[in-house]
């Protein structure tokens, strides 16, 4: 069973920073696209960042500048560096992982998997 799990939430103070991670497991062929969402309470999930097997990035408007997105390969992990953070960064982040795995019976399938969420709180 492919998962992710993610680490690196917590507390911080407003202009502070914060890493996150997420590691995927499992029977994993290959790991395309990479990215960090962020939903608050009765809103619909949005797109932080998002990185290409390649390296290539995407930002939302509201993080470019503070917001780092970076991943390794070799350990099929994306991190996410966050700058500068603010109050309204205050929200759970999901990673999600687009990934080429073993289904059963020797097939291999893609999986679009997400994280369980991770939660962010900026405030003094």
């Known amino acids: 069973q492919v998962q992710l799990v993610e680490s690196g939430g917590g507390l911080v103070q407003p202009g502070g920073s914060l890493r996150l991670s997420c590691a995927a497991s499992g029977s994993i062929y290959s790991i395309n696209a990479m990215g960090w969402y962020r939903q608050a309470p009765g809103k619909q999930r949005e797109l932080v960042a998002q990185i290409t097997k390649g390296g290539i990035t995407n930002y939302a408007d509201s993080v470019k500048g503070r917001f780092t997105i970076s991943r390794d390969n070799a350990k099929n992990t994306v991190y996410l560096q966050m700058n500068s953070l603010k109050p309204e960064d205050t929200v759970a982040y999901y990673c999600?992982?687009?990934?080429?795995?073993?289904?059963?019976?020797?097939?291999?399938?893609?999986?679009?998997?997400w994280g369980q969420g991770t939660l962010v709180t900026v405030s003094s």
């Open positions: 999600r992982a687009e990934i080429v795995a073993e289904i059963g019976g020797g097939r291999y399938g893609y999986l679009e998997v």
